[in-house]
């Protein structure tokens, strides 16, 4: 940078003019207290979004899962060690013409190792090599949920508000004690379309062996205790 490119033409000051078009192989910015390091101001009073930061790869043979702009997160350890705890970094996901995609990955420190937790894509949220999700707070989802493993509901009532719940073998209800001992409400395998309806009724289902005396006949019969 000639000192013509400094504001006030000061050797040193720290402004750059805003013709300035300075070219580095690379430049390091060394603060001594915790205030901006780096400061961009605008002065443009219209609604379009400023201050830019615009980050380009011109590659003359740009391809898919070409890496672009990087930003690093460097820290040291308790050895004093310069590490990368966190950097975010953008790739090509499709470079071709008019179809261009492109991601965004989070990589953090894990257990040493750098480890790539998510990946924004044009079509997803993706959490990654064991990044579960934590939500303090209600959410919706607007679309379906598909649920690979297991889900466990911590909560004391569970509503679904839905006409049909499909069930591929059992219902397992645990009881009052968390114990080694459960009640499974299942069906057998059917080989037709069934439909058990419940009475509208308060009171106990009964088991054909709990009774003393049941009736198997046409269904104008009436069991009676």
């Known amino acids: 940078v000639t000192s013509t ?3 006030a033409n000061q050797v040193g000051a720290s402004e750059l003019d805003s013709s300035a078009s300075p070219t580095f192989a690379s430049a390091n910015l060394t603060n001594t207290s915790t205030g901006d390091s780096l400061l961009i101001t605008t002065t443009e009073d219209s609604s379009t979004a400023a201050p830019v930061i615009t980050l ?7 391809a898919d899962a070409d890496y672009l702009g990087q930003l690093k997160f460097k820290g040291e350890n308790d050895a004093d060690q ?3 705890y966190a950097k975010m970094t953008a790739k090509i996901s499709d470079a071709s013409d008019t179809t261009e995609d492109g991601l965004i990955e989070f990589a953090l420190r ?9 990946r924004l894509t044009s079509s997803d949220l993706k959490l990654l090599n064991g990044t579960g999700l934590t939500v303090a ?3 919706t989802l607007s ?3 598909v649920v690979a493993g297991d889900l466990t509901v911590q909560g004391t009532t569970t509503t679904v508000d839905s006409t049909t719940v499909n069930v591929q073998n059992a219902f397992v209800f645990e009881g009052a004690t968390a114990d080694n001992f459960e009640t499974t409400l299942t069906v057998a395998d059917p080989t037709a379309d069934r439909t058990i309806t419940l009475p509208d009724s308060t009171g106990t289902v009964a088991l054909t062996s709990d009774l003393t005396s049941y009736i198997t006949a046409s269904s104008t019969d009436t069991l009676t205790n």
């Open 5 to 7: 490119q400094i504001a």
């Open 110 to 118: 894990k257990a040493g190792s750098n480890n790539i937790g998510a």
């Open 82 to 84: 310069e590490v990368v």
């Open 137 to 139: 707070g209600d959410t």
């Open 56 to 62: 380009k790869r011109n590659s003359a043979s740009p």
């Open 143 to 145: 679309g379906s949920l």
